[in-house]
C-alpha cells in the first residue's frame, strides 16, 4: 500500500511517516538535493522560491514527473509520501489508489513545534496555501492536537478505524 501524508507544517506528517513501513518518498527531493549541494540546512522560504522557478521554467509539474521518474526505477510498493502540499500531487497520487492522510494540529501547538525544532514558522508560506482545501480529498483525518502523535497505539487506532482500508 501507498500512503500519502497531507498537512500544515509541524501537524506530524514526517513523524506519522516515521511509524508506517515502506520507502520515504517527496516530491520536493529535487530542492533538497539542491540544498544538500550547497551544504546548507534546510531553509523554507529558500526552497519555496526554488520550486517556483523550476515550475516557471520547466512546468507546474515538474516535480510530480521526477517523483514518477524514481518510483518507477523501483519494483516495489509501500511508498510513503509525506510531503504532498498541492492539489495537482494530490490528484496525482490519488489516481495511482494512495490512500492518503491528512493530518493537523492546533496553530499555537504547530508554532510550540516549530520553535522547539528550531524551524521558522510561516503559516502564509505559498507551499501551505492548498493544504486546507486537499483535507476533503483524504480518506483519514488525524487530530493531533489531543492525540499523542509519539505512540504508535495511538497512531495505529487511528488507521484501524479507518472503514476503507485497503
Known sequence: ?????????????????????????????????????????????????????IKKYFGRDYFIKEFDKVINKMFQTNFICDDIRYKLELDHVKAKGWLLVYIDADEEIRRDRAKSNDLEFLPDHNSEIEIESLRPDCDIYINNTHLSIGTLAAIARELQNFKGMK
Open 1 to 53: 500500500m501507498n500512503i500519502g501524508i497531507v498537512g500544515p507544517q509541524c501537524a506530524g506528517k514526517t513523524t506519522l511517516a516515521s511509524f508506517i513501513e515502506g520507502t520515504m518518498m517527496k516530491f520536493a527531493a529535487p530542492l533538497y538535493t539542491v540544498n544538500y549541494a550547497l551544504k546548507i540546512d534546510k531553509n523554507r522560504a529558500f526552497m519555496q522560491e526554488q520550486s517556483d522557478l
